[in-house]
């Protein structure tokens, strides 16, 4: 393991401001689309809060062409030794990655390509000890290998595992809480990949709420599922509510609208 710090410590994320195209973003089920309005004012409170957690925000300029772009965390992967360039699956994401090359190589000295298959940084869950790279609708076996290939280049130990049936992300079900506590589903929690981590259920009907985000010594969650915040804060976590839900309509969670990583 590269850094020794917690894998939740950060003081830099990279953000990228809605297009108004992003009501025309990918969904499964249909909820109706989120208002242009609506959105700007759940990103611009995002920043806020993750600002005040104590990172330096870098905010891109909105891509109409790309309605998704929103969720930077899906076409690359940051870590303090560099980044990933990744291979989105969805069809319509895959430009996202030329977009945020440019970016990436201003601010890391070492950006690598992933060589081939699909993988979205939305199936990947960084802990202390290694990178889990969940198999999905976006994540294709063969992008999950090489992605191990390139995180070794990093001096990463990556590792592959399933994503439960119907679920869009791996971390759509799962955030790191600290070292060694995971908040996450029961249904995937029942897949057993989390052995080794304490685990925390979201309550049923807050499945949504498993995508929450830990920042330095705040823990962010949906401000749409209380009985997550409750079960938290009961746990000693400093809760802040954050809302989503407009960007929620299009299958967003917390972790998705940003790249996170430690410089120092
Ligand atoms: C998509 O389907 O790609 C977007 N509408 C939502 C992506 C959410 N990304 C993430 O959780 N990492």
């Given at each position: 393991?590269?850094?020794?710090?917690?894998?939740?410590?950060?003081?830099?994320?990279?953000?990228?401001?809605?297009?108004?195209?992003?009501?025309?973003?990918?969904?499964?089920?249909?909820?109706?689309?989120?208002?242009?309005?609506?959105?700007?004012?759940?990103?611009?409170?995002?920043?806020?809060?993750?600002?005040?957690?104590?990172?330096?925000?870098?905010?891109?300029?909105?891509?109409?062409?790309?309605?998704?772009?929103?969720?930077?965390?899906?076409?690359?992967?940051?870590?303090?030794?560099?980044?990933?360039?990744?291979?989105?699956?969805?069809?319509?994401?895959?430009?996202?990655?030329?977009?945020?090359?440019?970016?990436?190589?201003?601010?890391?000295?070492?950006?690598?390509?992933?060589?081939?298959?699909?993988?979205?940084?939305?199936?990947?869950?960084?802990?202390?000890?290694?990178?889990?790279?969940?198999?999905?609708?976006?994540?294709?076996?063969?992008?999950?290998?090489?992605?191990?290939?390139?995180?070794?280049?990093?001096?990463?130990?990556?590792?592959?595992?399933?994503?439960?049936?119907?679920?869009?992300?791996?971390?759509?079900?799962?955030?790191?809480?600290?070292?060694?506590?995971?908040?996450?589903?029961?249904?995937?929690?029942?897949?057993?990949?989390?052995?080794?981590?304490?685990?925390?259920?979201?309550?049923?009907?807050?499945?949504?709420?498993?995508?929450?985000?830990?920042?330095?010594?705040?823990?962010?969650?949906?401000?749409?599922?209380?009985?997550?915040?409750?079960?938290?804060?009961?746990?000693?976590?400093?809760?802040v509510p954050l809302r989503t839900t407009e960007i929620g309509k299009i299958d967003?969670?917390?972790?998705?609208?940003s790249l996170r990583w430690r410089r120092g």
């Amino acid at each position: 393991m590269a850094s020794t710090y917690p894998v939740y410590r950060f003081d830099s994320f990279i953000v990228r401001t809605p297009s108004s195209s992003v009501v025309n973003g990918l969904r499964a089920d249909d909820r109706g689309n989120p208002t242009y309005a609506g959105v700007l004012a759940e990103h611009a409170a995002y920043i806020h809060a993750v600002s005040r957690a104590g990172v330096e925000v870098t905010v891109l300029p909105p891509l109409e062409a790309f309605p998704d772009s929103i969720f930077v965390e899906d076409p690359a992967l940051v870590f303090p030794e560099g980044a990933i360039l990744l291979r989105p699956g969805a069809p319509t994401r895959a430009g996202e990655t030329a977009e945020i090359a440019p970016v990436l190589k201003r601010l890391f000295s070492s950006v690598l390509d992933l060589p081939r298959g699909y993988a979205d940084g939305g199936d990947v869950l960084t802990t202390q000890n290694s990178v889990m790279i969940g198999l999905s609708a976006r994540t294709n076996r063969e992008g999950a290998e090489a992605l191990i290939e390139s995180l070794a280049r990093l001096g990463r130990k990556g590792e592959i595992v399933e994503t439960p049936k119907d679920v869009l992300h791996f971390k759509t079900d799962c955030s790191l809480l600290d070292e060694e506590t995971v908040l996450t589903t029961e249904r995937l929690e029942r897949s057993g990949v989390f052995k080794g981590f304490r685990t925390l259920l979201v309550p049923a009907g807050e499945e949504a709420a498993a995508n929450a985000l830990r920042v330095n010594d705040v823990v962010f969650v949906g401000s749409d599922y209380p009985r997550t915040a409750e079960l938290l804060a009961a746990k000693g976590y400093d809760v802040v509510p954050l809302r989503t839900t407009e960007i929620g309509k299009i299958d967003a969670g917390l972790s998705c609208m940003s790249l996170r990583w430690r410089r120092g």
